[in-house]
C-alpha cells in the first residue's frame, strides 16, 4: 500500500514536533505562552515570544496537558491551530499520546482531530514505538556505546528496550518484533521538568533574593548540569581540591538582564572571564553541587522505593521470556531530550553493564543528534515504509469516528481496539 498523499505526523508531548508531507519539520512548545506587561498581555500558542531577547521573567504558560495527559481539549486546539492550516485537512495523521493513556484521554485526541482540523483517519501511537521505527529505519542516526555496536546492528526486528526521557517522567518499555510486552513497562518518576524544578528549588533556597524562572533553570540544566561517573568520588574529588584548583572549576551562570542584550535564558560565564565577575551581583548565580546532585535523580529517585532507571531497564528486560532477555540486553536505546545530558550515557551504560549477566553483550544506542524528535521522524517512516506502517495501531478514520462520536461507550469500544499492548507468553524471571 502507497503512502498517503496528505499526511501529518504530530509527536504532541511537552514540545510539539509536526512534520507534514512537504516534509517541514516544526517545533515548538506544546503551550500557549503569555507575556505580561505594562501594556497588557500578549498571546500565542507559538514560540514567537521566545525567540525576542527580553528575558523570560514574565512569562506565562498555560498548558492543555496534565502529567503528559492531555486535559484541555480547546486549548490544545489553540496550540494546534498555531501550525496547522486548512490546507491539512483530510490529512491522515499520527498522533502521540503517553503510553498509559486512558481511554478519555484517547477521545478527547481524536475528537480535537475530526471535529476541530477534520483528518481523513488517525492512527494514535506511543511515542516509544516510533522511536524503535525510527532507529530501524535509519541506525546510523544513532550512536553506541560501546562505539563499535554501531556496526553490529541486528536487521531491523523492532526488538529492543526504549529508555524515554521524558518531561515528567522516565518510560521503560520492551517490544520484541514490534510487539509491545505489556509487563515490561516501567515508568521512573523523574524527567526532565523534575530536574529543572529541582535547581529552581536549590537555588532558592541558597539565595532567596533572587529568582529563577523555570525557562532560565532549564538553561543551566541543559548547558552546566552533568552527570558523574561516581558521585561519591565526585563529592572526594570537590573537597580535596586547593584553592586555585576550586576557583577554576567553578560554574557561575549570568542571568537575563531583561534588556535587548544577549541571551534571553542567560549564559554560561566562559572560563577566562570568572575573575572578572562581581558574584555578590544578583545578575550571577554561583553552581555548586547541583551540577552533578540534581541530575543523580535519575539513578537515584528522591523517596522513591523503585528506584531509578537502572533498576527500571533490568526489571523490564527480567519480565521478558528468557529467550529474548539476550536481544534486548543488545538492544537498549535511549531517546528524549534528557539523553543530551551531559554524562548520562556513558553512566547509564556502566551502571547497564555491571547490571547484565556477564554472559549477555550489552549495547546502548542514543541519538547522535535531534534527540527529542525521534518519535516524529519514527511516524514519517511508518507512513512511509508498509513494514513499519503495519505495526502502527489501527487507524480510526473520520466516517468510524462520527458513527461512535454520539455514544461514549462505543466510542471507547473502538479505541480499546486500536489501544492496546498485550503481553508476549509468560515471563519466568527465574534464575
Known sequence: MPPPQKWIVIDNGFNAK??????????????VVIRRSKGGEVRTAHDEILK???????????????????SDVQLEAEVWSSFLSSDDKKSTAVVTSPILSPPDVIYGLLDLSFENFAFAGVHVVPPQLLSLIYFCHKPKA??????????????PSLTGVIVDFGSTCTYIISYFKGEMISKS?????????TLTGHIQLTLARRNPYIEVSNTVAEAIKERACFVAPEVSSEVKRRKCMGRDERKQNRAIYSLPDGHAIGDPKGFLVPKDKLDLIDTNSVSFVNLDHELYTVPEMLFHPESDTLGGITEGITESINSCPKTIRPELWSSVIATGGGCRLRGLMDRLYTSLRSAAPSVFPVVLYFPSQHADQTAVRGGVAAL????????????????SWSSVRGNRTTAVDLINETWTGLPLGDSDSSD
Open 185 to 193: 513497562l516501567r515508568r521512573v518518576p523523574v524527567g526532565g521538568q
Open 142 to 155: 544513532f550512536s553506541s556505546i560501546p562505539a563499535e555496536g554501531s556496526t553490529k546492528i541486528a536487521p
Open 52 to 70: 525576542s531577547s527580553l528575558g523570560t521573567g514574565n512569562l506565562y504558560w498555560l498548558r492543555a496537558t496534565t502529567k503528559g495527559f492531555l
Open 18 to 31: 509536526v512534520c507534514k508531507s512537504n516534509g517541514l519539520l516544526t517545533t515548538g512548545p506544546n503551550a
Open 384 to 399: 512511509h515504509e508498509a513494514s513499519f506502517r503495519s505495526h502502527l495501531p489501527k487507524q480510526i478514520s473520520a466516517s
